[in-house]
């Protein structure tokens, strides 16, 4: 039997890494994600990144299709240590999708630009026929200026650093899910906000600071797992430090999630030099979208490659990358 | 009723520079389809361009769906004036698709890739459900090193101007058609490539070359209309000049179709200072790839804002936009 696409291919975990590195990477440059980050710098001065959006539905609490596509790679480039300063926007639309959905999407993403500082630059418009595409599905690429004497990198890690959140885990993903089951009746709202007040925070500390990203599709374990694995570190997070929203927690207990492995779309995960990390916190926390931003955990060395999860009540566990499809087209 | 999305949309004429002019460019920034290139020039150095590809079969004779999207990408940067230097990859995958085609592409992707000398630096791949895609879409975007002495752009186009195609036209749309429908059993073949090979010339003429484009959807005949609308010159093209695949002409005759309107993806259309056109079309034919390149019309003020076409046999008449679709999902 020929082997085919799963949702499971997309959704941020094990499977997705499996067919970048072994169909896609492998065959254009040899390389494997672990060494990439979320932007990548060309000339060693610009950063550039790429993301395509099939969230459903398009209008969501807290944001629509078109305001995700600014923040997600807005917030690639920012975790990736660049000002954002350039984004191109291509729309592939279903035939007989209401063109008055369209222009509110637009909209949204005028008005994100706005709050990011970046400009629309270049555009490509495609129709696709019905029962070929689910309304819209809109890419963006960014280009963004790097942040001086900033060196990020998994290999920069090393044992007594911090890692910090920026806010509320799981947000996005839990709150998608019920909007699209129409449960709780839109109490939740996704976290979807572009990351950019961090950038003179991020200038500031830029010596200090190890690596960034925003957990989006995997959720935070995921995206931790991604710093350390094969490597000779570990993290340790601690159940009673991570930030999260009451609701949010409530409808993970309900529907059985889990808010490690729930997307955010407004978060950053930040590694810094232990011995500045109270001192940035406070910095962080300062900025009013980011008063719930935390220490979560740890880096040290024991459990090679692995991320370990400590429970309020003293338990351990190790905290792998997704696996299970928790819930597809999150963004 | 509600206005929704058609599929003539997207067929790169008149109903697509609707959509774009008036819900997305006015919403963005205030622009208009007229004033922009293929590629954007940024902070006065660089080129960025975006394209998503939701092409028909994914292979077809001459190419396939991974080659499209570099040569895409690429001719946008090359017509835009600039070195492609690297591209993003992002890939929105149907489940149910086989692996093994998605491998196929990439490999395509990366041959095409070594052939343009550019490099794919970031990427990206989400799945959707089966029933809301087709198998594989790809977005592209680029980023190119200007060169230097070019100024392109409407403005600096003046009556006694040469225009110039660098080879046969409407191989790419006519030639797929066949294949969709099965017709003619494999005999043509698309054009798709990339227009590498011009840029040592382009740098040789720079200050001679007014405008570039890679006639796509829509055709030679659209885009020598973005050229002149609503200017005070316009643009006489010659029948007997026209350089066109035999099988081709043949195929257009039998299905009734119009090879001004077809898409091309690997030629340039290049308007170029009369004093110098005939020398550079010599170098131009030098190049094996661009051997049936031909002037094919010249730029005058005969009737403002018009493109014109003088038949073999005297005749003459207007070519205006693409309106009606001739054939969804070209590129």
């Known amino acids: 039997m020929k082997k085919t696409i799963t949702m499971a291919h997309g959704n941020g975990g094990v499977l997705t890494s499996e067919i970048i590195n072994d169909v896609i990477l492998k065959t254009i440059n040899g390389n494997t994600l672990e060494n990439m980050t979320d932007a990548t710098i060309v000339d060693d001065k610009y950063g550039f990144t790429t993301d395509s959006f099939v969230i459903y539905p398009h209008f969501f609490n807290g944001g629509d299709i078109g305001k995700l596509s600014v923040c997600g790679t807005v917030n690639d480039l920012v975790m990736g240590g660049c000002i954002p300063k350039y984004l191109s926007l291509s729309i592939i639309l279903e035939e007989g999708y209401?063109?008055?959905k369209l222009q509110r999407i637009v909209e949204s993403v005028k008005t994100t630009c706005n709050?990011?500082?970046v400009k629309?630059?270049?555009g490509d418009t495609k129709v696709v026929d019905k029962g070929h595409g689910s309304g819209i599905y809109i890419n963006t690429s960014g280009i963004g200026e790097k942040i001086e004497n900033?060196?990020?990198?998994?290999?920069?890690?090393r044992a007594g650093d911090a890692v910090i959140i920026t806010g509320d885990?799981?947000?996005h993903g839990v709150s998608i899910l019920c909007e699209r089951e129409k449960l709780l009746d839109g109490q939740l709202?996704?976290?979807?906000?572009?990351?950019?007040k961090l950038i003179p925070l991020i200038k500031k500390y830029a010596k200090y600071i190890k690596i960034m990203r925003d957990p989006t599709r995997g959720g935070?374990?995921?995206t931790l797992n991604e710093f350390v694995e094969n490597s000779e570190i570990s993290i340790t997070i601690q159940e009673e430090k991570l930030p999260i929203n009451e609701k949010v927690a409530g409808a993970c207990e309900i529907f059985g999630l889990d808010?490690?492995?729930s997307a955010n779309e407004g978060k950053g995960i930040i590694v810094i030099d232990g011995t500045v990390a109270s001192e940035f916190i406070e910095e962080v926390k300062n900025i009013n979208e980011f008063k719930n931003a935390a220490i979560i955990g740890e880096i040290n060395k024991e459990e090679h490659g692995k991320v370990l999860y400590k429970s309020r009540f003293g338990g351990r566990r190790i905290l792998g990358k997704l696996t299970h499809d928790m819930l597809p087209r999150i963004c």
Do not use: K, Q
């Open 98 to 100: 209401e063109i008055e």
């Open 115 to 117: 709050y990011s500082n």
């Open 120 to 122: 629309v630059v270049t």
């Open 150 to 157: 900033l060196n990020l990198g998994r290999d920069n890690i």
């Open 169 to 171: 885990i799981g947000d």
């Open 189 to 196: 709202s996704s976290d979807c906000m572009p990351l950019v």
């Open 220 to 222: 935070v374990a995921t």
């Open 259 to 261: 808010p490690l492995y």
